[in-house]
């Protein structure tokens, strides 16, 4: 399928990017492009225009930032997964994003548009949560900091402004003990639900609107997911069990 017509936007630099996304009626960012497509080929989504800020210069670093590590919007998947950096300071990210797709599709697809897209089966949105992250927000009314436990709205949606643009997402070091475990019926899949653990604490993902913080002694408590094809809510809730008592016997 062909997407649905729209005006085209290649700013380049982030002060032009933040006053498109605030002079525009209904625009949304591309980055990497590799949920938003798809969406736009199957007509789910019909944005008006589109910011594309992959010709933004020397907005894609991975640095050390108050013992953490920040990364930019256009950093790739890929970039962060074999970046020495990340793997020093925050190895539950790169372990994260082995599980994220496939490399081909990590060649593309940045972090912070995985974060920004909030897909309740998606491994970087419940490693930002469990480690106690945040995400930088600009517009051109000025820059915020969104924590984690404040970003994560419903089934993709977050607590970004229509003219926010996400700049950068900064993970807490993960020097704990810290393991994220999922179950697929492929490789590269979507998970049917998975727990990520950080230290002494637990975030569940595919088994909320959202991902979740959960009680590491009781993770099924309170939780409701949603059954499909794939796994019924009972079958989800026994996986989030099973996942939390490896990932914390690790
Ligand atoms: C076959 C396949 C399998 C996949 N499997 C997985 C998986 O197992 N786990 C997983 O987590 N993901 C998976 N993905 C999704 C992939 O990781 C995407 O790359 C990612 O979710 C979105 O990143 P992107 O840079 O491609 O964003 P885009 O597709 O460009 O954008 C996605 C959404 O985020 C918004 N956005 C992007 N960047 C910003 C920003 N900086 N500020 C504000 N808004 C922004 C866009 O407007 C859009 O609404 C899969 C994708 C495919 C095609």
Known sequence: MKP????????????EVCALLGSLED????????????????????PAHLVDINRVD??????????????????????VEDSELVARVCPLVVDALRLVAHRVIRNRGT?????AHADPASELPAVLLALGGHVVARSTRGERTIPAAELFAGVFETALAQDELLV??????????????????????????????????????????????????DPGRGLKPSGDLEATPDFRIHLVRALSEKAFAA
């Open 168 to 217: 950068e997402a900064w993970f807490p070091a993960s020097g704990k003990p810290s393991a994220i475990l999922e179950e697929s019926r492929r490789h590269g899949d979507f998970a049917l639900a998975g727990v990520v653990r950080a230290g002494d604490r637990l975030a569940l993902f595919g088994v909320a609107p959202t991902p979740v913080l959960a009680d590491p002694r």
């Open 58 to 79: 020397g907005a894609d670093r991975i640095y050390e930032r108050d013992g953490g590590v920040a990364v930019q919007a256009l950093a790739r998947q890929a970039a």
């Open 4 to 15: 649905p017509p729209f005006e085209y936007h290649a700013p380049a630099t982030v002060d």
């Open 111 to 115: 972090v912070c548009g995985s974060i």
């Open 27 to 46: 625009a949304k960012v591309l980055a990497g492009g590799q949920s938003l497509i798809p969406l736009l080929n199957f007509r789910l989504a019909r």
